[in-house]
């Protein structure tokens, strides 16, 4: 992974777009261990730029996940697909929180639910404790 100095006045600018939440699984900052990173929806080695256009916040979790992978296969009919962008698509449009499982309800969602692992246990408890003390979503 490659680490880029991202500037302080464009730091600010992604997080107090995406409200301090990961702009893919939607967890907040204050809910994690860990700060949330600086992400580049098209990656660096896919020509990329450090834009406010092409940054996203993501939680340690997803960020990881998605690395520098722009497409997987939707789980439904194995075709090709891209991964959700936080800066083209509507959450609303591809996924749907039910309890606290994120479900895919398009390829780009069912593809991005799967390949970034929204629903692993630990994180669908996470998920459920904060929904039970409302901060989540
Ligand atoms: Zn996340």
Not at 66 to 84: A, S, V
Not at 89 to 95: G, K, L, R, S, Y
Request: aromatic share 10%; net charge positive; glycine share 8%.
């Amino acid at each position: 992974m490659t680490r880029v100095y991202i500037q302080a006045g464009l730091r600010r600018v992604v997080y107090k777009r995406a409200g301090g939440k990961c702009e893919y699984c939607l967890l907040q900052e204050d809910d994690t261990s860990f700060t949330h990173h600086y992400e580049h929806v098209i990656p660096l080695r896919h020509g990329g730029a450090t834009t406010a256009n092409n940054l996203a916040l993501a939680c340690l979790e997803c960020n990881l996940a998605k690395g520098t992978d722009l497409t997987t296969f939707d789980p439904l009919d194995g075709n090709i697909t891209r991964l959700f962008s936080p800066r083209t698509d509507q959450w609303d449009e591809h996924f749907e929180l039910k309890n606290a499982m994120i479900e895919g309800k398009t390829a780009i969602g069912r593809a991005t639910v799967y390949f970034l692992r929204f629903n692993d246990p630990l994180r669908m408890i996470q998920r459920q404790a904060l929904i039970r003390i409302g901060r989540y979503p």
